[in-house]
């Protein structure tokens, strides 16, 4: 079974700051990805990064890092230079081996944590 | 990144009738899409995967009768809330993704209200 933990409901940072939103997951798979996605007030859900379990390095989209350590089974978002528009749910995702590709892909996520950006 | 539709984004409806919300990827063939509900403040919550031309595969709990799905073509997956009862109000998204791709891309949502 896949698991995904998000322990933190709710986290502040002033605009311009860097935060880091937790993720740990669990697995008995050799393979598998990780995913982080933001989801506005607005509902819809804009996928974020992604880190296959083989990837050597972290992975890095813009203001966006994750920060993997496969050991700890933990895949931090970090984010960087805080804006108010980053704003919102953000949800760590992950998809199993057995659910890599074709009609088989199944995302489990965790439960979210509710980022809030003060001026 | 690849673009996916679904409309209506909020649709009220009476208990006892039924809704169709769809799904549609603009610019690719998405050869498998899926759908979830998501309650406030909750996760999302997978009901059902379906191929293109073939019958949705559904997780446990959900119910296949209430919660119709068809994916008729490459480009449109429809979710249809049969006799909606006020407990079926929620929000539905749905995903698509081609074969290949990594990542899954989701529509809007459609906030669903059964008074």
């Known amino acids: 079974a896949q698991k995904i933990t998000q322990t933190q409901p709710g986290m502040f940072v002033q605009e311009k700051e860097a935060v880091t939103l937790d993720c740990t997951y669990d697995?008995?798979?050799?393979?598998?990805?990780l995913f982080w996605y933001k989801q506005p007030s607005s509902g819809e859900m804009i996928f974020l990064i992604y880190q296959g379990s083989y990837d050597e390095q972290n992975a890095t989209e813009g203001r966006y890092s994750l920060n993997f350590q496969k050991a700890r089974k933990s895949a931090n978002l970090v984010i960087s230079a805080s804006q108010l528009g980053d704003s919102a749910m953000y949800f760590c995702a992950m998809r199993g081996e057995k659910y890599s590709g074709g009609s088989n892909y199944k995302l489990t996520f965790g439960k979210g944590t509710l980022l809030t950006v003060n001026p | 990144g690849a673009v996916v539709s679904q409309h209506p984004s909020r649709v009220i409806c009476k208990s006892g009738t039924s809704v169709k919300i769809e799904c549609r990827s603009l610019?690719?063939?998405?050869?498998?899409m899926f759908w979830y509900r998501q309650f406030p403040k909750k996760s999302l919550m997978l009901m059902a995967t379906s191929n293109e031309g073939s019958k949705a595969t559904y997780e446990q709990g959900v119910e296949k009768d209430k919660f119709l799905i068809n994916h008729a073509s490459l480009t449109l997956s429809t979710l249809t809330v049969t006799s909606a009862h006020p407990e079926d109000s929620s929000f539905y998204i749905c995903?698509?993704?081609?074969?290949?791709?990594?990542?899954?891309?989701f529509g809007q949502g459609t906030r669903l209200t059964v008074v």
């Open positions: 610019d690719f063939q998405a050869t498998t």
């Open positions: 995903s698509a993704k081609r074969y290949r791709d990594t990542e899954a891309f």
């Open positions: 697995t008995s798979d050799q393979s598998y990805g």
